[in-house]
């Protein structure tokens, strides 16, 4: 890693396709004494099911996230005036070829940032890496969760393996990490060959909100219904880029056709602003299956809006309010 005393404001001046490609063009750091906010790469996807690639999306999403800059067009929030962040690098692994030790390593790695009071906002990776990661971020008590993604990823097992990319969810229950009648599933779609994912999620008490419904309220409702649902216990947001239909998101591994638009997710993100975030992550961005790089930017765009939300909760420093 570079000096930990890395200037802690990012150079935007510079021509975006110069300098090393960090997450939003943030200082790279692990002076987690000194951050409110550590964006994390976690270029993990031992855990798929089908269509292999989300390891390389941490390192496309940086490529792709130089494209960013600080303010925002709607809220005029700048993050990197309320909050101290930082890209604090990929979490090394050792283990690649054992799912359970791998998630062990992320859990390790995010607990070093919760022990400093450090939110992680994570980039994916398959999803399986939100687990290891709700193990630190909830570890004195169960969180609120809103899951963005076009599949419950509450299913049991997949040829003998409890810990794949479509079980996070069910496991973060069983292990009281996530409190399932404060979490909201939107966006879910997709036929599959048994049911029960879906229901697995209903009868625990999960909010699961079909494609349609959604289409069919439109994106304000489902903000209403999201912020009345976890009001002001700590939450955890997990967007799965496959929420989005594969036209605006192709590279991905498990695509479903029908899903939000790139406008619906932004404006969804943008009106959970103010909630008590604990984390976040964008999980299963697959460049192999890209076309231009457009998932990469839809991804990086889409982690701006969640930091944007992240760095308004409150800073160590006293900068954010």
């Known amino acids: ?33 000194n951050l ?11 855990a798929l099911t089908n269509r292999a690639g989300a390891r390389h999306g941490p390192r496309e999403v940086r490529n792709a996230s130089s494209l960013m800059r ?58 399986s890496i939100s ?28 040829q003998g393996s409890k810990f794949n990319h479509g079980s996070p969810f069910r496991r973060a229950t069983e292990e009281g990490l996530i409190d399932p009648t404060k979490t909201i599933q939107i966006g879910i779609r997709g036929a599959q060959n048994s049911p029960e994912g879906w229901e697995y999620s209903e009868k625990h008490g999960m909010r ?24 002001d216990m700590p939450v955890y947001l997990t967007f799965d880029i496959d929420s989005l239909d594969p036209v605006y998101a192709p590279g991905t591994g498990t695509p479903e056709i029908g899903g939000l638009t790139t406008s619906e997710a932004m404006t969804l993100i943008r009106g959970l602003r103010g909630l008590n975030y604990v984390g976040a992550d964008v999980v299963e961005v697959s460049p192999p ?33």
């Open 1 to 33: 890693m570079t000096d930990k005393n890395f200037p802690n404001t990012p150079n935007m001046i510079a021509p975006r396709y110069t300098q090393i490609p960090s997450f939003l063009r943030a200082p790279m750091s692990r002076d987690f004494e």
């Open 36 to 46: 409110d906010i550590g964006i994390v790469g976690i270029a993990y996807d031992g």
């Open 70 to 127: 600080t303010t925002h067009h709607v809220t005029k929030a700048n993050p990197y005036a309320n909050a101290r962040i930082a890209d604090v690098g990929d979490v090394d692994f050792n283990s690649v070829f054992d799912i359970e030790k791998t998630h062990a390593e992320i859990t390790a790695f995010i607990k070093q940032m919760t022990d400093a009071n450090v939110m992680p906002l994570s980039v994916g990776g398959d999803h």
């Open 131 to 158: 687990l290891p990661i709700l193990r630190s971020v909830a570890a004195s008590g169960p969180v609120a969760l809103i899951h963005i993604d076009a599949h419950t990823d509450t299913w049991d097992q997949f």
């Open 208 to 231: 699961v909100m079909f494609i349609e419904e959604v289409q069919k309220v439109g994106i304000q409702e489902v903000i209403k219904e999201a912020r009345a649902l976890v009001g």
């Open 289 to 321: 299956f890209d076309v231009g790089g457009l998932t990469s930017l839809t991804a990086a765009t889409i982690m701006y809006e969640i930091l944007c939300n992240m760095s308004e909760v409150g800073s160590k420093s006293g900068k954010a309010g």
